[in-house]
C-alpha cells in the first residue's frame, strides 16, 4: 500500500488536521505541463481528485494524467474512473494498467450523461454503476478478474466514492453511501455545497455511515460563473445568495466565494476528514482556496475573520 494512501486508513477519526484534496482536470489535449506548471510550488496538498472526462467532455485519460502527476510531485491522485465509457472487460484492463502505473485509488463513478457533453449523440455505456464499479475494484484486490481467472499480480486499491449533499432526500442520499460503503468505499468526496446550514445537517447525519468525508469546496470568480453553477443538476445554493452575488461588484465576487467557502468549511470541520476543492474553470483561484485551508490547518491563519 502506498504511503501516501494509508492517510485515508490511518488514524480515522483523528480529525486534529484535514487532509486537503484539490481537483485537477486533464487537458484537452496532450500538453500536460500547462497543467502541472499551476501546481509547482505548492504545498499541502494530500491528495489530488482527477477528473474521468467530467461533463461528458473529452480529456486526457485521467488514469495516465494521475500517474503523471504523482511521477511530477509525489502527490497520491484519486482518480475517477466513469461507468459510462466503459464496459466492464475495458474498465478491468484500465484499473490493471493505471495499478502498473502507480495509481493507488479509485473513485468510482456512475458518470455523466453523454446528453449534457460535447458528443450529445455519443453511446453511454453504463454496463454497471458505481457500486457494479465497487464490486469489480473489490474482486481484482481479491486477486482474480470477473470470470475467475486468477490474476498474476493483483491490484489492491483503496476505494472512493462522490456523494451529494444536496440531494432533495437526505436520508435516501446516506442509504445509498452505506451501500457503497458495504461494497468497498472508504471515502467519498463530496458534490460542492453552497449552503453551510445544508452541508453541516448533512455531515453530521453522514458521521453515522462511518466512511471518511471530504466537503466540496467551488469558488468562483464572477456572477456569471456562480449563475452557470446554480443551474448544474443536483446543486443547491442558499436562499438569496444569487442576489447577493449579482450585487457585488464583479472585482469582488471571487474574494466573497472564498470567505463562503471557508465558513463552509469552519462548518463541518468537526465532521469531516478533510476539504475536496473542486477547480471547476477556476483551477488558479481553487489553488488559493488551498492555501487559505492549509494555513488554517497548520495554525498560521484563521479560516475565516473572527474565527
Known amino acids: 500500500m502506498a504511503k501516501g494512501i494509508e492517510k485515508l486508513l490511518e ?20 500538453d500536460v505541463d500547462a497543467v502541472l506548471k499551476r501546481y509547482e510550488g505548492v504545498e499541502g496538498i494530500d491528495f489530488v481528485n482527477v477528473t474521468d ?44 494498467g493505471a495499478w502498473a502505473l502507480g495509481v493507488r485509488s479509485i473513485v468510482a463513478l456512475t458518470g455523466d450523461a453523454v446528453t449534457v457533453g460535447d458528443l450529445p449523440d ?11 464499479l465497487l464490486n469489480i475494484l473489490s474482486t481484482i484486490r481479491e486477486g482474480r478478474d470477473l470470470a ?22 437526505r436520508d435516501a442520499e446516506l442509504k445509498r453511501l ?8 472508504v471515502y467519498a468526496l463530496s458534490q460542492p455545497v453552497f449552503d453551510g446550514e445544508l452541508a453541516q445537517g448533512f455531515f453530521e447525519a453522514a458521521q453515522s455511515v462511518g466512511i471518511d468525508m471530504f466537503v466540496g469546496l467551488l469558488p468562483f470568480k464572477s456572477a456569471k460563473a456562480f449563475e ?23 472585482s469582488e465576487v471571487s474574494e466573497y466565494s472564498l470567505q463562503v467557502a471557508a465558513d463552509i468549511a469552519a462548518r463541518v470541520k468537526h465532521c469531516v476528514r478533510g476539504f475536496h476543492v473542486v477547480s471547476g ?16 490547518s497548520r495554525g498560521e491563519a484563521a479560516l475565516t475573520p473572527g474565527r
Not at 467530467?54 to 491522485?77: D, H, N, T, W, Y
Open 148 to 169: 475467475g481467472v486468477e490474476l498474476k499480480g493483483k491490484a489492491d486499491y483503496v476505494s472512493g466514492v462522490v456523494v451529494n449533499p444536496n440531494a432533495r432526500n
Open 281 to 296: 474553470g477556476s483551477p488558479l483561484l481553487a489553488i488559493q482556496l488551498l492555501q487559505r485551508l492549509v494555513s488554517w
Open 228 to 250: 452557470g453553477i446554480a443551474k448544474v443538476p443536483g446543486i443547491k445554493i442558499a436562499d438569496g445568495m444569487v442576489e447577493k452575488v449579482r450585487a457585488i461588484p464583479d
Open 178 to 185: 452505506a451501500r457503497k460503503r458495504d461494497a468497498g468505499a
Open 53 to 96: 472526462s467530467a461533463l461528458a467532455k473529452m480529456r486526457l485519460s485521467g488514469l495516465v494524467f494521475g500517474s503523471l502527476f504523482k511521477q511530477r510531485f509525489g502527490i497520491e491522485p484519486l482518480v475517477n474512473l466513469s461507468c459510462r465509457d466503459r464496459n466492464i472487460i475495458g474498465m478491468q484492463s484500465d484499473l490493471l
Open 11 to 30: 488514524g480515522r477519526g483523528d480529525l486534529a488536521r484535514p487532509l486537503i484534496c484539490i481537483e485537477v482536470n486533464p487537458p484537452r489535449g496532450t
Open 122 to 132: 455519443a453511446k453511454g455505456v453504463f454496463e454497471v454503476n458505481s457500486i457494479g
